[in-house]
């Protein structure tokens, strides 16, 4: 729930000077709401059934895929990232002509949860006379896991 006063700058003369004034004429409120859909083939009608009943007042942001819980898939993740972060450090030791020492410190970067990506799905609106049910495609999700290592080196 947002609440948002409203200006409008109106022009004055006083004193034989012109100058503008910001007066308030309003506020605007608005609703956001959250909604989670766990069956993806019925998101479709989901999204035409709230656009009907709330018409022009309503607007869609920021529709997400997601991977509901990612902890299956978190040891394969941290696997890759590890093996990743020892490919660089020794492309770094490599490049810097030193020896790759001890890891010194190791910690998975956390932002909540894996990041996901949504490498392609589409959302599809159609107002024309017959009415056309929105379309919601499922995609591939990628699966991103950061992690910080620190190695001495020799």
């Known amino acids: ?6 200006y409008r700058w109106v022009d004055q003369l006083k004193d034989g000077i012109r100058s503008s004034k910001q007066v308030l004429v309003g506020y605007l409120v608005s609703n956001k709401a959250s909604v989670k859909v766990r069956d ?27 991977v509901e819980d990612p902890t299956p898939f978190a040891e394969e993740l941290r696997k890759a990232a590890v093996a990743d972060a020892l490919v660089k450090a020794r492309d770094y030791a490599d490049f810097m002509d ?3 020492g ?9 932002s909540g949860s894996p990041i996901v990506q949504m490498e392609s799905a589409r959302t599809a ?8 049910e929105t379309s919601i495609m499922g995609g591939e999700l990628e ?12």
């Open 1 to 6: 729930f947002n609440i948002s006063p409203q």
């Open 40 to 66: 993806l083939p019925a998101v479709g009608g989901v999204i035409d059934s709230v656009a009907l009943a709330g018409g022009d007042l309503v607007r869609f942001d920021n529709i997400q895929f997601m």
């Open 98 to 100: 030193v020896n790759l």
């Open 102 to 110: 001890d890891l010194v410190y190791l910690t998975e970067v956390r």
């Open 125 to 132: 609106f159609s107002m024309e006379a017959a009415f056309v």
């Open 143 to 154: 699966l991103n896991l950061t992690i910080q290592a620190v190695f001495s080196v020799d």
